[in-house]
């Protein structure tokens, strides 16, 4: 993790309001959300950056987050697939926690919460 007092949650997701919904849950939580509506873009943080855990929406308009997944995995940070497909129709990710959209926030922050403490 970074030098902040919180844990940093890496966000892929393209849907403004939902990632504020989640930033916000998680800032609730006492947790430090950072968004990416790009793929690229996550890429390029995690270049400099490692987060506590991540909170991974599989498509974005740049492409498949399969490559964000394979950072994450490589570098042992703990990550959720949160989408609105079904389980069954993603593949391409491996073995992964999972929360299909729309979920109750506390459960995306219980999740965040308990990825973050296993990390410790």
């Given at each position: 993790?970074?030098?902040?007092?919180?844990?940093?949650?890496?966000?892929?997701?393209?849907?403004?309001?939902?990632?504020?919904?989640?930033?916000?849950?998680?800032?609730?939580?006492?947790?430090?959300?950072?968004?990416?509506?790009?793929?690229?873009?996550?890429?390029?943080?995690?270049?400099?950056?490692?987060?506590g855990a991540a909170v991974i929406d599989v498509r974005l308009p740049d492409g498949s987050c399969a490559s964000v997944v394979e950072i994450l995995k490589d570098r042992k940070i703990p990550f959720v697939i949160h989408t609105?497909?079904?389980e069954s129709e993603i593949t391409e990710f491996g073995p992964y926690?999972?929360?299909?959209?729309?979920?109750d926030p506390q459960m995306l922050v219980s999740t965040s919460l308990s990825m973050v403490?296993?990390?410790a």
């Open positions: 993790m970074n030098g902040s007092a919180s844990p940093v949650i890496l966000i892929s997701e393209d849907d403004a309001l939902v990632a504020l919904d989640i930033e916000y849950s998680l800032q609730q939580a006492g947790l430090s959300p950072v968004s990416f509506a790009r793929r690229s873009d996550a890429e390029l943080w995690l270049e400099k950056n490692t987060p609105g497909q079904s926690a999972f929360l299909e959209k729309p979920c403490k296993s990390r």
